[in-house]
Every structure is written in C-alpha cells, then in structure tokens.
C-alpha cells in the first residue's frame, strides 16, 4: 500500500510545470545524505485512487502536473495512479521522482510524462549538478525518453 505524509505546491521539481508534489514513505533506497529521511520509514495515510483525486481537485487550477516523490517500494502501484490521474485529469502531466538507477522492469513507464532516475549520491551532487548521476527524463511525442537533466543547471532556459 502507497503511503503518503504531506504535499505541496512547487515549481522547480519539474521544468516549465506547477506541480503538486506528494511525498511517498516507505522508501526502499537508504541513499546517504538523503534530505527527507523521514520518508524511509511506512508512516502517514494511504494514497488511494480516490485521496489522490481529492488532494488534485483542490488544486487543479493552480497545478499543470502532479509529482510522486518516491515510491520505489511499489513502482506498479505508482504507474497504476498514474494511469488513473491520465484518466481523471487528462489535461495533467505527470512526473515521478524515483531513487533507481534504472526504469523499473514489467512497469508501464508511459504513464508518465517526466521521471527523475538516479538514488541521491552527494559527491556526485543534485540534478543542478554537471557531476550529477541523476537524470530528469522526458517523454517526447514518439514514446522515447529525452534527458533533459541540463535544464536544472544555472543559465539553462526558464525553468
């Protein structure tokens, strides 16, 4: 079961969109330096299709793109609210911050629109890093993946 513990409305998770941005526990990765440890531990309210379509509904005008942030722990039932948001609220986009160093196998990753790969390792630094192992992935128009981690480096294009 996905486990949510709070929320909040960002803009720099995810270039050119507003994003609500949930915060999944239960976190497998144990990345060292990892700015949310809380989240290792299975605590706060299940994220069921329907809470999840109550949290949208109260920000769908000011939001152009939900964000799961984590999830590793159950990477199909992540894609699986991904496939409902589509359904419910086609005119979202939908991101996922995972802390894998790859796209999960027997997972529909086309339910997403962007997807952050990479556990956090602080020598190599953040996505805003040129050292960085963490890669922002976009889904272009031909199903593919584009990499667009450089749009969160200083003097890329408006974020």
Same mark, same amino acid.
């Given at each position: 079961?996905?486990?949510?513990?709070?929320?909040?409305?960002?803009?720099?998770?995810?270039?050119?969109?507003?994003?609500?941005?949930?915060?999944?526990?239960?976190?497998?990765?144990?990345?060292?330096?990892?700015?949310?440890?809380?989240?290792?531990?299975?605590?706060?309210?299940?994220?069921?299709?329907?809470?999840?379509?109550?949290?949208?509904?109260?920000?769908? #005008? $000011?939001? &152009?793109?939900?964000?799961? !942030?984590?999830?590793?722990? @159950?990477?199909?039932?992540?894609?699986?609210?991904?496939?409902?948001?589509?359904?419910?609220?086609?005119?979202?986009?939908?991101?996922?911050?995972?802390?894998?160093?790859?796209?999960?196998?027997?997972?529909?990753?086309?339910?997403?629109?962007?997807?952050?790969?990479?556990?956090?390792?602080?020598?190599?630094?953040?996505? #805003? $890093?040129? &050292?960085?192992?963490?890669? !922002?992935?976009?889904?272009? @128009?031909?199903?593919?993946?584009?990499?667009?981690?450089?749009?969160?480096?200083?003097?890329?294009?408006?974020?």
């Amino acid at each position: 079961m996905l486990k949510y513990t709070n929320y909040d409305v960002v803009f720099q998770e995810i270039p050119d969109e507003v994003s609500l941005a949930i915060n999944l526990s239960n976190c497998p990765n144990n990345c060292p330096g990892c700015h949310s440890p809380y989240l290792l531990n299975d605590v706060g309210e299940e994220l069921s299709p329907s809470a999840l379509d109550g949290l949208v509904n109260r920000y769908a #005008s $000011s939001i &152009t793109c939900v964000c799961f !942030m984590g999830g590793d722990a @159950a990477p199909q039932q992540v894609a699986n609210l991904a496939d409902a948001l589509h359904q419910s609220h086609p005119h979202l986009r939908v991101g996922w911050y995972s802390g894998k160093d790859a796209l999960p196998d027997g997972v529909n990753t086309n339910t997403f629109d962007y997807i952050k790969i990479g556990r956090y390792d602080a020598s190599l630094g953040p996505l #805003s $890093s040129t &050292t960085t192992n963490q890669r !922002m992935l976009k889904r272009n @128009a031909q199903n593919k993946w584009d990499d667009i981690t450089h749009r969160f480096r200083k003097g890329a294009a408006a974020l």
